[in-house]
């Protein structure tokens, strides 16, 4: 077959007509496009996660009218409003029934059954808008491909049962000349109840889909010009990096870096598939390739940052010279599925970091008390919260001299609370201050790339 790609648009691309408008220029002017992933429309998800948090009578219609307003000024501006109408119509009557539901008590699966209508409206109005062209896009539900356990919020794929699904779905649409339109972020479990693949998870459904698919690459298309030495908002001198590994790009996206979702590499890695991240508004200004092995690699690549971190202090006495304690820690931890992020240890303490961003898509608590309760029985347990992750991305970083002196150096002026430096050559991270961490980026980012 000729080349195939994934093309993914996020959430402010198919924020309002005029962007999407532009998605479906560079949809139809590649015709190696063949399978095109959506995310909702900016601001919808967080819309719906409200509702399914459950929320009073007239935040709730507040609510449903804010979500009926973004996606009617799209449906509006199409040329047959009404070949799409209906079904939206439908959509959000389902989203109220279920905002109800939310409001007497909430739940895990229903969360996940709410918050998948924000992709099943855009999924909709975009295929409109290309069929408007004589184009030809048929709307998929991913859900009839994407399998997944039933962890709601946060589900894993089954792989498998994906490629089994994409092979009878997708398939024959792509050979018949057809080019896919679905959405990302959702799937289904074995019960036929419907997962997300937590937030921002679309890019991970377009590499999950490019895999099955045997794809060429993926094209990630979003509102900046590829992948930065650090979040452009932040630093506005941040230089875009036109080529990079799939190892420093899983890095980055790991330690915060927005712009991909950090389960994208996953299958990018296992199946060597090109990654290109452009800006949909400006696909003439090019953006970053991520391959398996582009040079050079040079020794900083890059600065990730990661918000609203938990530092779990856990210390005993009984620590000293026992053994066994950290194993009873981190099973208790995975016992309520704790993903334990940064370590450093001394003889009677260990401080673990964990990331509140990566929770599920409902954004729950992830220190539930019954966690606290269990650990408390061992150990001392402290919990910090107002943190950030600062993590410096680069290669080699554990074999070259000179390194601690040169962070420490720009570390002078900042209150660090923790450092782990050594594990890989590929990161070093710190703890600082959330009210701190723009300040600490903008210094590193001046020390090592300006
Ligand atoms: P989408 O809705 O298209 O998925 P996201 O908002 O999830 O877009 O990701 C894009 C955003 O990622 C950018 O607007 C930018 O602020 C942020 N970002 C964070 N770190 C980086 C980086 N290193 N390079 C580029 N963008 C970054
Ligand atoms: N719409 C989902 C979110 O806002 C998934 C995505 O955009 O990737 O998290
Ligand atoms: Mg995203």
Redesign the pocket.
Same mark, same amino acid.
């Given at each position: 077959m000729s080349h195939l790609s994934v093309a #993914?648009? !996020? !959430?402010?691309?198919v924020a309002n007509f005029d962007a999407m408008t532009a998605c479906a220029n560079i949809v139809t002017a590649d015709p190696n496009t063949r399978v095109v992933v959506l995310?909702a429309s /900016?601001g919808v998800t967080n819309f719906l996660v409200e509702l399914a948090n459950g929320c009073e009578t007239a935040r709730r219609e507040e609510i449903l009218s804010a979500v009926r307003t973004i996606q009617y000024n799209i449906i509006d501006k199409l040329q047959h409003p009404e070949a799409v109408s209906n079904e939206i119509d439908a959509l959000l009557a389902h989203i109220t029934a279920l905002a109800e539901s939310a409001s007497l008590a909430t739940s895990a699966a229903l969360t996940d059954e709410l918050i998948c209508h924000g992709e099943m409206m855009s999924t909709k109005i975009f295929t409109q808008l290309l069929k408007e062209r004589d184009f030809p896009a048929v709307w998929v539900d991913v859900r009839d491909v994407v399998a997944t356990n039933n962890h709601y919020g946060k589900a894993a794929p089954n792989d498998e049962k994906t490629q089994a699904q994409s092979d009878a779905v997708i398939k024959p649409l792509i050979d018949d000349g057809k080019v896919v339109i679905t959405q990302g972020f959702i799937g289904r479990d074995d019960e036929g109840k419907t997962t997300t693949l937590g937030r !921002?998870g679309?890019?991970y459904s377009a590499a999950l889909l490019a895999e099955v698919l045997n794809a060429n690459d993926v094209l990630?298309? &979003?509102?900046?010009p !590829?992948?930065? &030495? &650090?979040?452009?908002?932040?630093v506005p001198a /941040?230089q875009?990096?036109d080529t990079m590994s799939f190892n420093e790009a899983a890095e980055?996206a790991t330690f915060?870096? #927005?712009?991909?979702?950090p389960a994208t590499l996953l299958p990018a890695v296992r199946s060597n598939i090109p990654v290109y991240?452009g800006s949909?508004k400006a696909p003439e200004q090019g953006g &970053?390739w991520v391959t398996r092995d582009p040079q050079p690699r040079p020794t900083f690549r890059? @600065? /990730? @940052?990661r918000r609203n971190q938990i530092l779990l202090t856990l210390s005993s006495l009984s620590m000293l010279h026992a053994q066994g304690f950290l194993a009873n820690v981190f099973g208790i931890l995975a016992k309520h599925k704790i993903s334990v992020d940064v370590i450093t240890t001394s003889e009677v303490s260990v401080a673990i970091t964990l990331d509140k961003t990566g929770s599920a898509s409902s954004g729950a608590d992830m220190l539930s008390e019954a966690l606290l309760d269990e650990l408390r029985q061992y150990c001392n347990v402290k919990v910090e919260t107002d943190l950030a992750l600062v993590a410096i991305i680069g290669n080699n970083l554990d074999s070259q001299a000179g390194i601690a002196k040169q962070l420490f150096t720009t570390f002078a002026p900042y209150n660090v609370r923790l450092i782990s430096y050594g594990a890989s050559k590929n990161n070093v991270c710190t703890l600082v201050q959330n009210s701190e961490a723009d300040d600490v980026i903008r210094a590193l980012h001046l020390a090592l790339f300006e």
């Open positions: #993914k648009f !996020g !959430g402010t691309s995310s /900016a !921002g679309s890019d990630i298309w &979003t509102d900046v !590829g992948i930065y &030495t &650090t979040d452009p908002r932040v /941040a875009r990096i980055m915060g870096a #927005k712009v991909l979702h991240v949909s &970053t890059a @600065l /990730a @940052l």
